[in-house]
């Protein structure tokens, strides 16, 4: 639970002092900026969560930013993409977002199915990792930009 959370703070999370917690940055897909945003974000909001939260979180955002750097510039060889990204604490979570100006994800990355491990030779379970690490996970794309949202729950989700 976040420090100072109580029920009548209407869905922030405020610390007794009424901080809200919230990490945003824009940065270009780059495997040295992920990491360092990475680091950045976990040291602004895991000092307010539980260390089983913000693990989960970062192991979903580092699958995410790394496709992104991995095959987000498939349109623009040697161009990395423009990345936004925003962490909000809530009482149920952590609430992220991530767009980007990168290609359009294969829609076989949304699927819920287990990847079959000989058909994904350099790995492709990061999709599958992200799905049931998460709740409420959507995918958009709009005007040349991705767009994907989703909570990590305050408890890790059940897989039965």
Request: charge should be negative; hydrophobic fraction near 40%; include cysteine.
């Amino acid at each position: 639970m976040i420090a100072g959370r109580n029920a009548s703070n209407s869905g922030q999370s405020k610390s007794a002092s009424g901080q809200i917690f919230v990490f945003s940055r824009s940065f270009l897909a780059t495997p040295e900026l992920v990491r360092g945003l990475l680091v950045e974000m976990t040291e602004r909001i895991g000092p307010h969560v539980s260390g089983d939260l913000i693990g989960r979180a970062e192991l979903v955002l580092a699958e995410l930013l790394n496709n992104v750097v991995q095959h987000g510039s498939a349109g623009c060889p040697g161009q990395a993409p423009l990345v936004h990204l925003s962490v909000v604490a809530q009482n149920d979570g952590l609430a992220c977002s991530v767009s980007d100006d990168g290609g359009l994800l294969p829609h076989v990355c949304l699927s819920s199915k287990a990847p079959e491990p000989s058909s994904f030779p350099e790995g492709g379970f990061g999709w599958f990792l992200i799905g049931h690490l998460t709740q409420s996970l959507a995918y958009f794309r709009e005007n040349d930009r991705n767009f994907v949202a989703f909570t990590v729950p305050m408890n890790a989700v059940d897989p039965g």
